[in-house]
Structures are given as structure tokens and as C-alpha cells.
């Protein structure tokens, strides 16, 4: 997928269909639009693309990501996007909703199409929304195709109902609304070695600065290596380790049951299947031991690593 700043393009160069949006999670109700912009663009001979910002950049600067960028892009070039055009929000935020859909999606995108969905907002204040965009790129020929909120189980798919249902441990509703598991990637960092000691090592990752962070606690994983095709199972712990560090930093920490060997440094991707208990503190490493033997047995009669959420 090509990376284009919409600030450095020339008009002219690009006939696209534009899906609109931050795409934070790429979840479930993006992926209709996306498939969409996909349709369209083979239908019309055009590159589907989407327009969307870079991260950081005062788009709700509070709010912690489901995604980093580096994931968003790759989940959005899985997607079948072949060019992100990435605005920075602080010179495109004072544009008015004509400027935008003619200098930006007409002019610099070579939109010949676009698609958004019920709620996307857009022009300086956010005081524009689909109905506006539409009169806009009429103006130039341009259709926009506006498609309905997606549900999952009766309630509205969004970033923010996701990251609801993360920070509760609610591993199903995540997936169900983001259309896979909600996943940690990163590499595998040097940790204390508790685990090793205890029997069972674990593999030790940060989670990225600014992203949700689930519930503390126990989870049913699976796991993938980059450098290896398989799948593992795992047991993974996301909280500060009580019961060895009182002030320890939010990690997480994972036991991968089928697995022998160095993971130091290799990058690695957890999926958050079920959450099976709360974080807590034990009177000794050896009731520590004994309750994650226990987890992963509970695991087990729970069929987790085979049906996945439930």
C-alpha cells in the first residue's frame, strides 16, 4: 500500500474511490466500507483508497488507540486499500466542507467516488456530515455512497464501544465488533524470569504508549510468532504482578503451552480470547504456581483455544 501526504501531492495524479475516516481498531463497521470502496474502485477502473490522518496529532489526543498506526495501515492494506492518503490534522482542521471535498478528495485524491458512513464529520469544527459532502462532490460529478452503521448483537459497532468492552475484559463483544480478536503486538522483552523459575517461562511485552489496555487479569491467548507459521496456545497475565512487584509498569506476560525455546526479542502477536479471572496477589510463588496450572486446566474444559471467543 503507498503512503501519500495529501499536503505534498500535486492535483492530477490519482483517480481513487476514497473511503472516509480514521479507521482506528479497522474494525467490523470499517470493513463495510472499505469493501465497498474496493467494489467501487474495480467497477471504475480507480485505485480504492481512503483518507484519513496521521496519529497524534490532536485527534482526541485523550482517547487510547485499539490500533497503532503501523497496525491500522497494515490491517487497511489487508482490506485491499492500495493508497492512504494520511492528512496532518493541524493544517487541514480550519478547512471549510467546500475547500475540503475540492481541494482535498477532488483535487489532490482524484476521487472519482467516495464512501463514508452515517456518522463521519468533517470541515473545520466538525460542522459538516454526509449530507453536506454529498452536495459538495455533486457539485463535481462525484457520488458519495453513505452506508448504514453496523451492529453487532443489537448495538451500534464503534471505536469507542470496543474499547468499552477491552477495558472490561470482554474479550467476545471485542471481536464480534472488530471482526477478530483484539490482539497486542510487539517484540518480547527481558522480564524478571519468574516464570522460568515457576516452571512454566513466560514472554514478557509492553503495551504500546497510547493504546487501550484490557482488563488485569488472566486470558485464554493464542499466539503467533512473525517468523513462524504456527499458532500457540497460550495463557497470558496483563497487569503490574502484585504478588513479586507492588509498582511494577502494565504489562503483559504470556506462557505459551506448546512452545521450547528463546522468544527474547522476536516480535510476537497475542489474541485476547477469553478472560478467565482477575489479577491477584498471592501469599507465595507456589500458590501462584498452582492457580495458573489451574488456569490453564480451566482453559482447557472451556474448549477456548478451539471455538475461540464465546
Known sequence: MEITDPGRSGAGRFRTVVALGFFDGVHAGHAALLRRAVTEAAERHAEPAVFSFYDGEGIKPDVPRLTTQEERLRLLEEAGIARAFLGHFGAMRTLSPEAFAEQVLCGICGACAAVCGPNFRFGYGGQ??????????????????VLPAQ????????????????????????????????????????????????????????????????????????????????????????????????????????????????????????????????????????????????????????????????
Not at 459538516?128 to 455512497?145: D, K, N, Q, V, Y
Not at 472488530?178 to 522480564?191: A, I, N
Not at 497475565?237 to 513479586?244: D, I, K, M
Open 128 to 145: 459538516a456530515g454526509p449530507e453536506r459532502l454529498s452536495a459538495c462532490l455533486a457539485t463535481h460529478g462525484i457520488p458519495l455512497f
Open 151 to 310: 451492529e453487532y448483537h443489537g448495538k451500534m459497532i464503534s471505536a469507542s464501544a470496543i474499547r468499552g468492552a477491552v477495558e472490561a475484559g470482554d474479550m467476545s463483544q471485542a471481536a464480534g465488533m472488530l471482526g477478530r480478536p483484539f490482539t497486542l503486538s510487539g517484540p518480547v522483552l527481558h522480564g524478571h524470569a519468574l516464570g522460568r523459575r515457576l516452571g512454566f517461562p513466560t514472554a514478557n511485552q509492553s503495551f504500546p504508549a497510547g493504546t487501550v489496555i484490557p482488563a488485569y487479569g488472566v486470558y485464554a491467548v493464542r499466539v503467533a510468532l512473525s517468523d513462524e507459521d504456527r499458532i500457540y496456545r497460550g495463557i497470558a497475565n496483563v497487569g503490574r504482578r502484585p504478588t513479586v512487584e507492588d509498582a511494577g509498569a502494565v504489562n503483559c506476560e504470556t506462557h505459551l503451552l506448546d512452545y521450547t525455546g528463546d522468544l527474547y526479542g522476536r516480535q510476537m502477536r497475542v489474541f485476547f480470547l477469553r478472560h478467565l479471572r482477575g489479577e491477584r496477589k498471592f501469599a507465595d510463588t507456589e500458590e501462584l504456581r498452582r492457580t495458573v496450572l489451574a488456569d490453564m486446566a480451566a482453559a482447557e474444559r472451556m474448549h477456548v483455544w478451539e471455538n475461540g471467543p464465546n
